[in-house]
Structures are given as C-alpha cells and as structure tokens.
C-alpha cells in the first residue's frame, strides 16, 4: 500500500497562488498513478490532476493552464502548483494513489488539506 500526507493548503485571494505538497511511502513498484482530487463545499468530487510512473499528465478542463502537476522521485513528493486561483477552486484537495492490489487495484487518499478562495 501507499501512505499519503499532504500540506500547502491555506487561504488566498482570487488571481493567488499555492502549492500543495504530498509525502508519499509504502510500495512504490504497486503504483499505477498518482494525482490530487478534491471536494468541493457542496461535496462534489472531482479529479484535478493525474499523473503516471511514464510522467503521462492529465488535467481537468477546469483546471488546465492553470494548476501544474509533478514529482520528485528522489524525494517521494508530488506537487500541485495551482496559479490564477478563483472562488470555484475552494475544495479540500486530496492526494491519491492508484496501486495494483491484489488481481484489481485501490486508491488510497491522504487526509486532505483545505484550499479557501476568497473573491
């Protein structure tokens, strides 16, 4: 398995940056891709950003040129760089792992850290 914890999270205004952070461990050769979700206030899941062992990235349209996904393998770090923040970005932003796990595979989710926009 993979364990996930995140930091970064915090309050910004509208046009701001951050970069949330996720420390990773566990079974590094069972991961299929990492990325970030997140839950917005009225509980809408959606995924921002994936990424695969191959560097292969993904976005959502709602995100794209303007949150950047990416690693530090040496580190065991995965990041997103969120710039040009807007109100409809404030979520709990999650990072995620998908790993092989057993014949199928899991996702496991860090703890989530909290990203507030304000207008």
């Known amino acids: 398995q993979v364990q996930l914890v995140e930091s970064g999270g915090g309050l910004v205004q509208a046009g701001g940056s951050l970069r949330l952070s996720c420390a990773a461990s566990g079974d590094f050769n069972s991961i299929i891709n990492m990325g970030w979700r997140r839950q917005t206030p009225g509980n809408q899941r959606e995924l921002v950003a994936q990424?695969?062992?191959?560097?292969?990235?993904n976005y959502a349209d709602s995100v794209k040129g303007r949150f950047t996904i990416s690693r530090d393998n040496a580190k065991n770090t995965l990041f997103l760089q969120m710039n040009s923040l807007r109100p409809e970005d404030t979520a709990v932003y999650y990072c995620?792992?998908?790993?092989?796990w057993g014949l199928g595979s899991r996702t496991n989710w860090g703890q989530g850290t909290q990203v507030t926009v304000s207008s």
């Open positions: 990424i695969t062992t191959t560097d292969v990235t």
């Open positions: 995620t792992a998908d790993f092989y």
